[in-house]
């Protein structure tokens, strides 16, 4: 049982002992007055009563607002369930669209291809053409550089006497 229950539960045993240890002071008639006349009857009673009436009303609303919400909440799982069902239908439609485009890809490259295998060999070959030309161009110029570099250091080397022997 949940904390909140018992607590509720101990406090309606306090007020029925309450009331019952005070029902002849409750029952005692007294003056009420009703704005327009005035009668004699027992003033706890009739507080006693409204009180059970805003309680009976209370829980009135209240278990209406549950059923309300018990209701709206069936019908968000159905329609998320509705949902749910549409969202794995299109999926598997997309994986079988998939599946499709896939065995036609593999067909074809099993084939041997197609003019596209054709067009990217060329264009493959044009690139390896190209590479190796750059890369022809790059040695030839490191070369150059390292030539160039070489001459310097004779030239230093020449410009500098000779270390002294021991």
Known sequence: ??????ALGVLLV??????????????????????????????GL???????AVIAIFLFLMLFQQAGV???????EKELAAQRALADEAEASRF???RKYLDRRLDR?????????????ARI???ETALRQHMD??????????????????RLLGALPPPPRN
């Open 70 to 76: 018990i209701r709206e909440t069936r019908r968000l």
């Open 1 to 6: 049982m949940k904390p909140r229950a018992i």
């Open 137 to 154: 161009h790059t040695g030839n110029t490191l070369a150059a550089y390292i030539g160039e570099v070489d001459d310097r250091v004779e």
């Open 96 to 98: 079988t669209e998939l």
């Open 46 to 52: 009739i507080l006693l009563v409204l009180l059970v």
């Open 109 to 121: 490259l099993a084939e041997g291809g197609g003019p596209d295998d054709e067009s990217l060999a």
């Open 14 to 43: 306090l007020f029925v002992v309450f009331t019952l240890a005070n029902w002849s002071g409750i029952t005692a008639p007294a003056q009420v007055s009703l704005l327009v006349t005035r009668i004699e009857a027992p003033l």
């Open 125 to 127: 070959d044009r690139l």
